[in-house]
């Protein structure tokens, strides 16, 4: 997975960590929500009108 610069310093990532995402919706065959991915590098946008920002998750209460 790439990653934008914010994101990557905002959680302390860089290439080559591992990470978890949890999808409610879309389980693995095992069943488990969590999807582990390894961060393969960290991409500049072309212009400043490309957003590397994470973007905020809804929360369902």
Do not use: H, K, Y
């Not at 960590?17 to 949890?22: C, L, P, R």
């Not at 946008?45 to 369902?60: L, N």
């Amino acid at each position: 997975m790439m990653v934008g610069p914010s994101m990557a310093e905002r959680f302390g990532r860089e290439p080559g960590d591992q990470v978890a995402i949890i999808n409610e919706r879309i389980a693995r065959a095992d069943g488990n929500e969590a999807w582990s991915f390894r961060i393969a590098g960290v991409f500049e946008g072309a212009t400043e009108q490309i957003d590397t920002s994470p973007r905020p998750t809804s929360s369902t209460s």
